[in-house]
């Protein structure tokens, strides 16, 4: 309704939405979640909520006209990707020139779409990271409350030892190996529990029957069957779906924001203008920083900081793909939850095992480099196209290809492997257009204060990975909510 006013408004709900969200309900504050994507929770007439990758439909993706998964085709054309119907599914890539930014859609943002890794950072890199953060009280609270609350688990090791699931990480370690690297397994937030009932037969498939990426069906504890189903239990949260901001601006007392609500076919059912008294924005690397950077050039928070938009980068993403021995097949019942990572320490990457779930063996073995390059990105406002621009090059991407290449390059020579070129398109073994961990825009202690109060407006926070400054070492999203449970205790202490 036009008009309304809240005691506080939450832009987006992934994981520092989220965390947000839940805070400010049990603390009894009135709080409206506003969520571009649906909520996904009806089925479609297939019984399921998400479809999975071998079968995209609808679901799958942001209004398009045809899947853009990041794996091509293996082995024979287009394996992965097909004409949908627009929609409003559940991952998008936003392009930029020269990189490609996934992210999810919906009520539980990435955590929809993710693979669930959830890593809590190397000590050192975190303090290098975020040096006024303190690291004490992150590692001994705020990290163990993370983990606790997004439910994150192991993967018990003799299962990990026997199954058929992962023989295609077994088959990457012992090839790493070879050449003298190490590996570590990785905790993760989908149920091992449910893994193996899924491999028993005892319940139904998920991680074993090729979902990720477009939705998990069962096993995954997201942020929509957790921090969000909590913050709405809490009896103060109300969540509000297919609802974009578009727009912030200043009342006498707080905020007002305008939010156009669309149908899932993406037509304009209402704009509605609510007012605050406390804004939280949530809406991830890409989202928040669009919302300010538009704010200070069209003149509505023209005082906001001028870092508004630095600092950004994609964490070091590369994927690459080798080629196997015919001797040494990875497996066709591959599980689609990534657990396994190759370390290398001299070149500082963790090359995650990624699942080339076909069906079919493909002898591919796929990884995700997370790598330490130090080069970042900016964001810049068209005010023409209304558009976020990205600055950022691929002669920057250079020293994560390298990174990569140096310790896969190994891999290769001691093993007599080769790369593969036909999985990314374009003829390429890596892939350094696209990234699935976007950091920074508003970034922590420059643009906000030390707990993402936004500098020069009182009552307006910014609480995603927006606050990273473009590189973390490992997967994102522990980092991103700790540091959000972190802010938001001291903003609830202080502010409200
Ligand atoms: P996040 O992006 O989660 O949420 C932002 C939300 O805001 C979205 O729901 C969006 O629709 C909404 N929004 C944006 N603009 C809006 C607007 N104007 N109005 C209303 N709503 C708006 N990380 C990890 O740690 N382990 C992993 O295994 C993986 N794997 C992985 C796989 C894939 C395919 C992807 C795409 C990503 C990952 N990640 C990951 C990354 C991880 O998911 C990511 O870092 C977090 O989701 C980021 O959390 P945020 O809170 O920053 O925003």
Redesign the pocket.
């Known amino acids: 309704a036009a008009g309304t006013h809240v005691p506080a408004i939450v832009?987006?709900?992934?994981?520092?939405?989220a965390v947000s969200a839940l805070r400010l309900g049990q603390a009894g504050v009135g709080t409206l979640v506003?969520?571009?994507?649906r909520a996904w929770t009806t089925p479609g007439p297939d019984g399921k909520v998400f479809c999975d990758m071998l079968n995209p439909d609808r679901r799958s993706m942001w209004f398009r006209d045809r899947t853009e998964a990041p794996v091509d085709g293996v082995l024979f054309l287009d394996l992965a990707n097909r004409p949908i119907r627009r929609w409003a599914g559940v991952?998008d890539r936003v392009q930029f020139p020269g990189m490609g930014v996934?992210?999810?859609?919906?009520v539980?943002?990435?955590?929809l779409?993710?693979?669930?890794?959830?890593?809590v950072p190397d000590r050192a890199y975190f303090e290098q990271v975020f040096p006024t953060v303190d690291a004490d009280e992150m590692y001994s609270t705020w990290f163990p409350l993370a983990n606790r609350a997004l439910r994150v688990n192991s993967i018990p090791e003799p299962w990990f030892e026997g199954t058929d699931h992962y023989r295609y990480a077994r088959l990457s370690r012992t090839l790493a190996g070879r050449a003298g690297y190490g590996t570590r397994l990785l905790p993760n937030v989908y149920s091992f529990e449910h893994m193996m009932r899924e491999e028993r037969g005892e319940a139904p498939k998920s991680a074993l029957g090729t979902e990720v990426?477009y939705g998990n069906n069962h096993g995954k504890f997201s942020l929509d069957k957790g921090y969000l189903a909590q913050a709405v239990g809490t009896g103060n949260v109300t969540i509000a779906p297919l609802?974009?901001?578009?727009r912030v601006t200043r009342t006498a007392t707080g905020y007002a924001i305008t939010?156009r609500q669309i149908t899932e076919d993406g037509t304009l059912v209402a704009e509605k203008q609510l007012t605050c008294d406390h804004l939280f924005l949530?809406?991830?690397?890409?989202?928040s920083t669009?919302?300010l950077l538009r704010a200070r050039e069209t003149g509505d928070l023209p005082d906001l900081p001028d870092e508004v938009g630095e600092g950004w980068g994609p964490n070091g993403n590369v994927m690459a793909a080798r080629n196997n021995n015919l001797h040494e097949p990875t497996g066709f019942k591959q599980s689609a939850i990534?657990v396994l990572a190759i370390t290398d320490p001299v070149r500082d990457v963790i090359a995650e095992i990624a699942p080339v779930p076909a069906g079919i063996e493909t002898y591919v073995s796929l990884y995700l480099a997370i790598t330490r390059n130090p080069n970042r990105g900016r964001f810049t406002y068209d005010p023409a196209a209304d558009r976020l621009d990205l600055q950022w090059t691929r002669a920057q991407a250079a020293p994560s290809v390298a990174a990569a290449k140096g310790l896969l390059d190994e891999v290769n020579a001691a093993n007599g492997t080769t790369y593969r070129y036909d999985v990314f398109g374009g003829g390429k073994a890596f892939a350094d257009d696209f990234c699935?961990?976007?950091l920074g825009g508003a970034v922590l202690d420059r643009v906000t204060d030390g707990h993402g109060r936004v500098r020069g407006y009182p009552n307006l926070y910014v609480?995603?990975?927006?606050l990273v400054p473009g590189s973390l070492g490992v997967?994102?999203?522990?980092t991103?909510t700790a540091l959000a449970e972190r802010n938001i205790a001291r903003v609830l202490a202080d502010d409200l």
Do not use: K, W
């Open positions: 832009v987006g709900s992934g994981y520092g939405a506003l969520e571009m994507g991952l996934y992210v999810g859609r919906g539980g943002g990435g955590s779409v993710n693979g669930g890794m959830a890593v990426l609802h974009r901001v578009t939010a949530g809406a991830g690397s890409l989202g669009e919302l990534p699935y961990h976007p609480t995603d990975g927006a997967n994102p999203f522990v991103i």
